[in-house]
């Protein structure tokens, strides 16, 4: 069967993957201006100075604006070296691995997902995702202009299912009730958690970005999905954290990238309807 597969798949399929993994690369570009501008309240474009020049990318090394050539994703820092074209000074690495990433994730929901709309909306949430994790990794904070885009997201990804997921919309009450419940009750538990953990270890074990991210998780993925939703973020935040002091000689692990991380995993599974998928089964 395996063997042949590469006969059955259309030709589209391969066409579209394409076209998605370049979307990846200009929304892994967009993250990393997020990374960069967002902890420093620089403007990203959508709010804050109307000053054009003020909202340009610049080298952080040289100041100098940058054209075009110098902004296509991951091929610039390719063909540049891996350096400024007008100051020669090293681009760190971070910057193409971040738009690969974005570029593989949203490739990834293209092959698990298929081509609707409720799967545009997991892709466009990915680089705010990753922004999130970032940031959180750097800076140990979850910026709220982020998780309230998410969360806004989120909720455009529930109301189209919502709309579009039955004949009758009474049907689709339940499911609607489920997503609105889960963003209630996701982060109460966890800010009990939390409360819980940091009394019997007298320190503070959970920020309050973290609830709130919880509760855009509880929007996304429902109240049906609140075990699987503490079991996975649980089992990453301890294999994160257990590297993380490996690496980093850290005690404290922000625990932003593995709430980010179970998010995505559910939402991916709860919506595995690919093409691909249907070749191979």
């Known amino acids: 069967m395996y063997e042949d597969l590469y006969l059955v798949i259309p030709y589209e399929f391969f066409y579209y993957l394409f076209i998605f993994f370049l979307l990846g690369l200009v929304f892994g570009s967009f993250a990393t201006a997020l990374i960069h501008r967002i902890p420093l309240g620089k403007s990203w474009g959508v709010s804050g100075t109307h000053d054009v020049n003020a909202r ?53 929901v293209y092959i698990l997902c298929g081509m609707e709309l409720a799967t545009i909306l997991i892709m466009v949430s990915v680089p705010f995702l990753v922004a999130l994790t970032a940031i959180d990794l750097k800076f140990k904070i979850l910026p709220n202009q982020l998780v309230f885009i998410v969360g806004g997201i989120g909720a455009l990804y529930v109301g189209y299912v919502f709309f579009v997921g039955g004949a009758d919309i009474r049907d689709q009450i339940p499911f609607l009730s489920d997503h609105l419940l889960g963003m209630l009750i996701f982060p109460l538990l966890l800010w009990g958690i ?75 599974g709860q919506n595995m309807n690919g093409e691909i998928l249907s070749l191979i089964g």
């Open 194 to 268: 939390g409360k819980l953990v940091t009394f019997l270890l007298k320190k503070e074990a959970l920020g309050f970005g973290d609830v709130k991210l919880y509760a855009v998780c509880g929007l996304w993925v429902g109240l049906a999905a609140l075990p699987q939703m503490m079991i996975l973020s649980g089992v990453f935040g301890v294999t994160m954290g257990w590297l993380w002091r490996m690496v980093k000689k850290d005690t404290v692990f922000p625990f932003g990238p593995a709430i980010v991380l179970a998010l995505l995993t559910l939402v991916i």
């Open 56 to 108: 340009r990318s610049s080298c952080p090394q040289c100041k100098h604006q940058l054209g075009v050539k110098d902004l296509i994703p991951l091929f610039s820092w390719v063909f540049q070296g891996g350096k400024c074209r007008y100051c020669k000074v090293s681009i760190p690495i971070i910057y193409p691995l971040t738009e690969l990433s974005v570029a593989s994730i949203v490739s990834l």
